[in-house]
């Protein structure tokens, strides 16, 4: 259970991570830049931590995966970004298939 907190954990920092990225201006800004290479780096921590009892190919799914969604969904709240159907059902897609990959079962 505790691994799969760790992979919410780099989840969770690399979206921070990533708002920076936008928020820092093109790094044109020390604060949002400097805390954007802390929260990447909490996120690589986290996700190492993962990997011990993960396997690869679902934790990186799950991680990359819904940081993507999450982020698409900031960027349109947060960041006023367009928003279409399109765009939605790209992140039904995307949330799909995490869960897809997470009802493989053991075999």
Not at 6 to 15: G, K, M, N, P, S
Not at 55 to 78: D, F, K, Q, R
């Amino acid at each position: 259970m505790i691994y799969w907190i760790y992979l919410l954990i780099a989840i969770l920092t690399e979206v921070v991570g990533t708002t920076m990225m936008k928020v820092s201006q093109g790094l044109t800004r020390l604060i949002p830049s400097a805390t954007m290479f802390v929260m990447y780096a909490v996120s690589f921590i986290f996700m190492a931590f993962a990997l011990k009892k993960i396997e690869v190919s679902t934790a990186y799914a799950i991680w990359s995966g819904l940081g993507t969604a999450l982020i698409a969904l900031i960027g349109i709240v947060a960041f006023r970004e367009s928003f279409n159907m399109a765009k939605l059902f790209g992140i039904v897609l995307i949330i799909g298939g995490v869960v897809l990959l997470n009802l493989k079962g053991t075999g």
